[in-house]
């Protein structure tokens, strides 16, 4: 990351300059020394439980700084399921012959999540990719499809990867300079819905669950201003969950299933966002 110009003038010496300098320093039982290390170059100080807070902030500040010399304003969220594979593709996640059968039949959120990405780059690149660019979790399935779509269009999208121990490579589609890894799925959490103007999501598993009941949560408790929240895929979504035995139990309100839209193609999906922004339409090409 380029680092950003002083505000003014100074004549103290930078911190690369330290960190070259001490490189060139000699070799003796004092330099060598954890305590002589700089802090900031201190791997064991740096991850050690003491600094956890400093963390959270580093990783809150890298992404935010690249995004801000990017001039990226607003951003359009797809959420979903890694498993859920490109039509035609073998169903990898699949453990037996059921799931094998409905993680092919869901592929078809796959094509969806990828068109969708592609109005909203459209709609980008009318404003100079700084506003409505496509964000992802950056692993595969779904989020492979939502950078898949943008760079359809030649458009720039983010990918937010963490680090897990089984998956989560970042897909080739997301832009290079746009693809960040997070420790903390907390920090991640928030630059997710922070510049979020829509949020799609689409057939997951527990971790779209809690992307998707977090952003709802923010919006029903006002911690978040309302934008367009669509579940894609009405079948998978009235299986899964039953907001109507919610609200008559009154652990819900009966008004609290209006804070979300629940649509099948990326054509509806978009034409909620298109409405609430009056935004113009744009074609797929």
Same mark, same amino acid.
């Not at 490189?23 to 060598?32: L, V």
């Not at 799925?185 to 057939?203: C, E, S, Y």
């Given at each position: ?9 100074? +004549? ?7 960190i ?6 000699p ?19 740096? %991850? ?11 990783e ?7 995004l ?20 035609g593709? +073998? ?10 059968k ?47 779509g ?5 458009a +720039?999208?983010i ?6 121990p ?9 832009? @290079? ?9 907390a ?33 029903? %408790? ?28 009154? %652990? ?12 099948d ?14 935004? @113009? ?5």
């Amino acid at each position: 990351m380029a680092s950003r110009r002083r505000a003014a003038h100074t +004549p103290l010496r930078t911190s690369k300059q330290d960190i070259a300098a001490l490189k060139r320093a000699p070799q003796t039982p004092q330099t060598a020394s954890a305590a002589y290390r700089l802090a900031y170059t201190d791997e064991e100080f740096i %991850t050690s439980d003491d600094t956890r807070g400093i963390r959270f902030q580093l990783e809150y500040l890298k992404p935010e700084l690249r995004l801000q010399q990017r001039g990226i304003t607003s951003t359009v969220v797809l959420f979903g399921g890694a498993r859920i594979p490109e039509p035609g593709k +073998p169903a990898w996640a699949a453990r037996n012959e059921v799931q094998k059968k409905n993680l092919e039949l869901a592929s078809k959120y796959y094509d969806e999540a990828r068109r969708f990405a592609q109005y909203a780059s459209l709609t980008s690149e009318a404003l100079g990719y700084k506003e409505y660019v496509v964000v992802t979790g950056g692993g595969p399935g779904v989020m492979e499809a939502g950078n898949r779509g943008a760079a359809d269009v030649g458009a +720039p999208s983010i990918g937010f990867n963490i680090v897990l121990p089984h998956e989560q490579a970042p897909n080739t589609f997301i832009t @290079p300079e746009l693809c960040f890894n997070f420790h903390y799925f907390a920090t991640r959490k928030i630059h997710f819905l922070l510049r979020a103007k829509a949020v799609a999501i689409f057939p997951g598993g527990f971790g779209t669950l809690d992307e998707f009941f977090e952003t709802l949560t923010l919006i029903q %408790t006002g911690r978040m201003e309302r934008v367009p929240l669509l579940l894609f895929g009405i079948e998978f979504w009235n299986n899964v969950i039953n907001f109507d035995a919610l609200a008559q139990a009154g %652990t819900i309100s009966p008004e609290d299933p209006k804070l979300f839209t629940v649509v099948d193609s990326a054509e509806d999906g978009w034409s909620v966002v298109r409405d609430f922004y009056k935004l @113009p339409k744009v074609e797929l090409r």
